[in-house]
């Protein structure tokens, strides 16, 4: 048991209406907010200062419970647009303050109201510096967190619950989290990137180059950048097969970010990105989907020790020895040794030295660990979506 002595707290303190669990058996008393109940999941931790709406909406962290180094979460409430997917896809949040009363003009409503009706489970009053030392000392562990706003909690179920949970290595949560339906972006949802009194806008109908983005879980931002670079997109099913991308017509591929471990998908989405790769149509890859495109060309991926997650990442591009600073959520990597001849590493992670990103030598087809669309984070990698759009047009002729 790593760094145990900050959390032997055994008896629940005089008004504690929420507890973590680890699997360990230690036990972290605080104060419940947003839903009553309990998840488990693995406990992660994000180090961004700003974003906490977009970090609990992306599909990518289905299956994980985060905890936020930053001690002020929800100061700026909940409002309808900094939403990364329609409805939270983290199980649930771990504070060291309670949320106070939102103050910002675009509030529509509290966290933890908006916690609550998304039946989210947070957690304050946590010593977050501790779990989060925990963590790096031991990796992510699974665990439980309990809201009960009677401070009724049955330890025993809850550490049972930790201790059954299977851990996210070899789970596929992808296609539980990817859209059902094919639908094109702008159409029924909205366009481009958010401008204050412009919100996110609609598309005009030129006439774009046409983007197929395959579902795995992904961020609504992502769709907004490529919008932004100049393309129009639809998006498919994670399961979608090569026949019905291709009767799509796309003058490209997108392959998104999502959930779990990629190596679990890789029945159904490894066929199909090799398929897409024999046209040489331009592809481009985010998080999962660098990790897919990875395993598509043989690499293999592996779970990290505790992941990276954050919006102040620096990755050096080693195309002019540039440094990107990046918004990361990953916790499996593309393993470098394990890239075919036909692969090139083009970005590595200056915190750790692993892969962070790849290119094909005999295919248009590139992608990255990190997330150029932000989100929350800085935007220098901006660019990446430029590239991929301009080798549309310039495919179209
Ligand atoms: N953001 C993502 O796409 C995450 C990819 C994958 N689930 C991981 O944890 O590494």
Request: aromatic share 8%; net charge negative; charged share 20%.
């Amino acid at each position: 048991m790593a760094d145990a002595k900050p959390f032997a707290m055994p008896d629940k303190p005089e008004g504690a209406t929420g507890v973590l669990v680890l699997a360990s058996g230690e036990v972290l008393w605080g104060r419940g907010f947003g839903a009553e109940g309990e998840a488990v999941g693995e406990v992660c931790f994000h180090t961004a200062m700003t974003g906490y709406q977009e970090i609990m909406t992306d599909p990518s962290f289905a299956g994980q419970i985060i905890t936020f180094t930053f001690p002020h979460i929800g100061n700026v409430g909940a409002n309808p647009d900094d939403i990364e997917a329609d409805a939270p896809h983290a199980l649930g949040m771990i504070v060291r303050e309670d949320p106070t009363a939102p103050s910002n003009f675009r509030a529509m409503e509290n966290l933890s109201g908006w916690m609550a009706r998304h039946t989210r489970i947070g957690l304050a009053g946590i010593d977050t510096r501790a779990l989060t030392r925990r963590i790096r000392g031991g990796g992510a562990p699974t665990g439980v967190i309990a809201h009960s706003a009677a401070g009724v909690f049955d330890l025993d179920a809850l550490l049972a619950m930790a201790r059954g949970w299977p851990g996210l290595e070899g789970m596929d949560l992808a296609k539980g989290v990817s859209t059902q339906l094919h639908y094109g972006w702008g159409e029924t949802r909205e366009g481009g990137v958010w401008r204050l009194g412009f919100g996110y806008g609609g598309i005009e109908n030129a006439d774009r180059p046409h983007v197929v983005a395959i579902d795995y879980g992904s961020k609504h931002n992502i769709f907004r950048n490529l919008v932004q670079a100049g393309a129009k997109v639809s998006v498919v099913p994670a399961t979608a097969s090569y026949d019905e991308i291709m009767a799509l017509e796309p003058d490209g591929i997108f392959l998104s970010n999502g959930p779990g471990d990629p190596a679990a998908t890789r029945d159904y989405t490894v066929p199909v990105i090799r398929q897409l790769l024999e046209t040489s149509k331009p592809l481009f890859g985010i998080c999962l989907g660098h990790q897919l495109l990875g395993l598509a060309v043989g690499a293999k991926t592996t779970k990290m020790f505790q992941g990276h997650r954050g919006a102040n990442h620096p990755v050096k591009r080693l195309s002019d020895g540039a440094v990107e600073i990046t918004s990361m959520n990953h916790g499996f990597a593309v393993e470098r040794e394990t890239l075919p001849a036909n692969a090139r590493e083009t970005h590595v992670s200056l915190f750790d030295g692993s892969n962070a990103g790849l290119e094909l030598t005999d295919r248009p087809a590139f992608s990255v660990q990190y997330h150029p669309e932000a989100s929350p984070g800085p935007q220098d990698s901006f660019y990446l979506f430029e590239r991929f759009v301009g080798a549309l047009r310039s495919d179209r002729g």
